[in-house]
């Protein structure tokens, strides 16, 4: 097994003895450590994306791409736990839509044959060996942070469907934001298409006031949507923000919340802007509520 922790080590045998000679000082990287992060590998047309956890959890994807290699739909997910042990990766898979690469309820063990910053080669039970490479760059002993690519929509304001031509007119004002799941190497953000605003209107603007008057249904919407919207953003759209709600029977209302966000896209681009005052905690208005 051949790990390396950093630059500039040595090895030498001398007399039937092992040496190593470190030329970075006496600070040495864990195995444990190392194997933390992202990781992919292409195994024919599909792109299998790693997740090692620092709490001992792990969750995989499987990507098919096209003849272009293009991303272009998702195959399923798993989940588990993991652990080193002796020199081998051990995964317990608990939940998993793909059971033809991890299968639920099963245990992977893997010899690690190779473990470096960005690249291991892992041997399975089988004798077949994989070789994983490292993205993001994360490096052992960074936080664990969220690094999920999020892309903003513009604002956008509907008339409500009615359920009789008695009822009210009522106007639902909301601003989001798209989260993205985790990229390919080489796939690039893509970019919104013009018409997913479009679907997104058509999409909101048949909800009638009862799906949409408390918060909580109006999360409920967001599977819904993302459905709508990901034919338009190559199916990479993971989750949907709701920033911000507004559902009311005036016309001033909408006016002013367009008004909020164009002041708000200023300060925001302008030296000095806080940009906690952005973040919103999600509400929706009480104001005009009719049934």
């Not at 690094?147 to 604002?155: D, L, R, S």
């Not at 009615?162 to 970019?191: H, N, T, W, Y």
């Not at 605003?197 to 109006?218: M, Q, R």
């Not at 967001?222 to 920033?243: A, F, Q, T, W």
């Amino acid at each position: 097994m051949t790990r390396i922790a950093c630059k500039g080590l040595t090895a030498f045998f001398m007399t039937g003895m092992f040496f190593l000679m470190a030329g970075c000082g006496d600070t040495k990287t864990s195995d444990k450590e190392m194997v933390l992060g992202h990781w992919t590998q292409h195994r024919n047309r599909a792109y299998i994306l790693l997740v090692i956890n620092p709490k001992g959890t792990w969750e995989s994807s499987v990507r098919i791409a096209d003849a272009t290699s293009k991303i272009v739909a998702s195959k399923g997910e798993a989940e588990g736990t993991w652990h080193l042990q002796d020199g081998q990766l051990i995964f317990t898979v608990m939940e998993s839509t793909i059971d033809d690469v991890w299968a639920k309820n099963n245990t992977y063990v893997f010899e690690v044959v190779e473990l470096h910053d960005h690249r291991m080669l892992l041997q399975e039970e089988n004798g077949r060996r994989a070789e994983w490479k490292k993205t993001g760059a994360r490096k052992p002993g960074d936080k664990d942070e969220n690094t999920a690519v999020t892309i903003p929509m513009a604002p956008i304001a509907v008339n409500l469907n009615k359920i009789s031509a008695g009822s009210p007119d009522r106007f639902l004002c909301i601003s989001m934001e798209l989260v993205l799941r985790e990229l390919m190497p080489g796939q690039k953000i893509p970019r919104v298409h013009p018409r997913a605003k479009e679907a997104a209107i058509v999409f909101l603007s048949s909800l009638i006031h009862g799906d949409v008057e408390d918060f909580d249904k109006v999360q409920d919407q967001k599977s819904r949507l993302k459905g709508v919207l990901n034919p338009y953003m190559d199916g990479v759209i993971e989750d949907i923000n709701i920033k911000r709600v507004i559902v009311s029977t005036s016309m001033e209302k909408v006016e002013e919340f367009f008004i909020e966000h164009a002041i708000g896209a200023e300060k925001k681009g302008s030296p000095g802007h806080n940009e906690k005052e952005t973040n919103q905690q999600d509400t929706v208005s009480e104001d005009d509520r009719q049934t």
